[in-house]
């Protein structure tokens, strides 16, 4: 499976920004796509996840209630909206993808993309 991100930016405290993530393989019936970033420093932590093909989401507590993962059906992507960012969530964001249950595990994850910068200035 691969991946490609885009979206991503500058953007200051408060803003929104869209993320989106196209798997190049969709016909799995247990195909996972997440999204994880890296901060300057820190080690790289999960963000949101969902089931291709299923209703089912996960999010870091981090993001509860800013950020949105969904299914974008017309573009086949599957897509991060972030609300009210904040300068914490200044990161490179990476789409990666599994095939199996829905785990928040960055080391279940078997497929990465390329990352995309978020930049957020207060």
């Known amino acids: 499976v691969q991946l490609q991100a885009s979206g991503g930016g500058l953007a200051q405290t408060g803003d929104s920004l869209r993320l989106s993530c196209a798997p190049s393989?969709?016909?799995?019936?247990?195909?996972?796509v997440g999204w994880f970033r890296q901060a300057p420093g820190k080690e790289r932590e999960f963000v949101a996840a969902?089931?291709?093909?299923?209703?089912?989401?996960s999010y870091a507590d981090s993001v509860k209630g800013r950020f949105a993962i969904s299914r974008d059906n017309t573009k086949n992507t599957v897509d991060l909206q972030m609300n009210g960012l904040e300068p914490e969530d200044t990161a490179v964001y990476y789409c990666a993808a599994r095939i199996g249950r829905l785990l928040q595990f960055q080391r279940y994850y078997s497929y990465w993309g390329q990352g995309t910068q978020v930049t957020v200035s207060s």
């Open positions: 969902m089931a291709w093909n299923g209703g089912s989401t």
């Open positions: 393989a969709r016909t799995y019936s247990t195909l996972i």
